[in-house]
């Protein structure tokens, strides 16, 4: 008579555990992060209650202390409120700069997918020719042409992301437009403004959120680095790049006015990237 011995359970694997939960503690802390640079651009003063502006010479260059946490710049000003408040010129300009190039991208990806095939042609080499561009180059083009400040740098910054969105909704829209529901719709007589709104764009726009939240970190750096040139907001406006412009003169003798912008740019594109790659796994999760 032979005896049949039950397997014991199969252990959860340590390595599939750890790749599934794992990474999520790791999310708290830039999302913290994300939310109070989200506060600080919003409501600056729930954050700081000192003028970003005001001057203070007798004090100009006074290291960190319990009056001055982050210290004073060269004119007295105070480092944490410049910091604070410049969290809205330069995520504002980030934010609004990659708007733009995602809904621009997207008509014209949408455009391009729906098109007879000369003209898709036209426009995917369109795309790929500005994609070969460095991106800042493009920028400093675009800016030296319409001059510096906010709305230029918003408009040269959204305009040399837009291939990037308008490469990735193209390929979205030749997918779509082959799928049986869609030629089943053309089947019934819809128009095409209609069978683009109802069945091709609420299909194509998955990716966008993703790329936008990433690209949000890249148009920061762009950002900053065309306002430490002096082309971004102009002085005294606080915004990042150009108080790292300002400090350089000053890092001999006052290190903290350069550090604590730079760890603001720094901290916060890292944190996009971490919860921007947290989306596009849970993205390819769910297309798989």
């Known amino acids: 008579m032979t005896t049949v011995t039950e397997a014991p359970p199969i252990a959860a694997s340590p390595i599939r555990s750890g790749h599934r939960y794992g990474t999520r503690p790791w999310l708290i802390a830039p999302s913290l992060f994300l939310a109070v640079a989200a506060v600080a651009a919003v409501a600056p003063g729930l954050l700081s209650g000192v003028d970003p502006l005001a001057a203070d010479p007798l004090h100009a260059l006074a290291g960190p202390s319990a009056e001055h946490w982050f210290g004073t710049d060269h004119l007295g000003r105070d480092v944490l409120a410049r910091v604070v408040h410049g969290a809205g010129h330069s995520l504002g300009i980030g934010a609004s700069a990659i ?100 069945h091709v764009l609420p299909n194509v726009l998955g990716p966008l959120p993703v790329l936008a939240t990433i690209g949000t970190g890249t148009a920061i750096i762009a950002t900053s680095g065309l306002s430490f040139l002096g082309m971004g907001p102009q002085p005294p406006s606080p915004e990042w790049g150009s108080m790292l412009s300002e400090a350089r003169n000053y890092l001999r003798v006052a290190w903290w006015t350069a550090l604590f912008p730079g760890l603001a740019v720094t901290l916060t594109v890292i944190s996009l990237t971490l919860v921007g790659r947290r989306l596009q796994r849970r993205f390819e999760g769910r297309n798989r």
């Open 99 to 198: 708007l733009f190039a995602a809904v621009t991208g997207a008509l014209l990806g949408v455009l391009a997918g729906i098109s007879p095939r000369y003209l898709d042609e036209v426009l995917s080499r369109l795309f790929d020719v500005l994609a070969t561009f460095p991106e800042l180059l493009l920028a400093l083009l675009v800016i030296a042409i319409t001059g510096p400040g906010t709305g230029n740098v918003i408009l040269a910054i959204g305009l040399v992301q837009i291939p990037n969105y308008a490469r990735v909704v193209r390929a979205q829209t030749l997918v779509v437009r082959r799928s049986g529901y869609v030629e089943q719709a053309v089947t019934f007589g819809l128009t095409r403004p209609i069978l683009v709104l109802r």
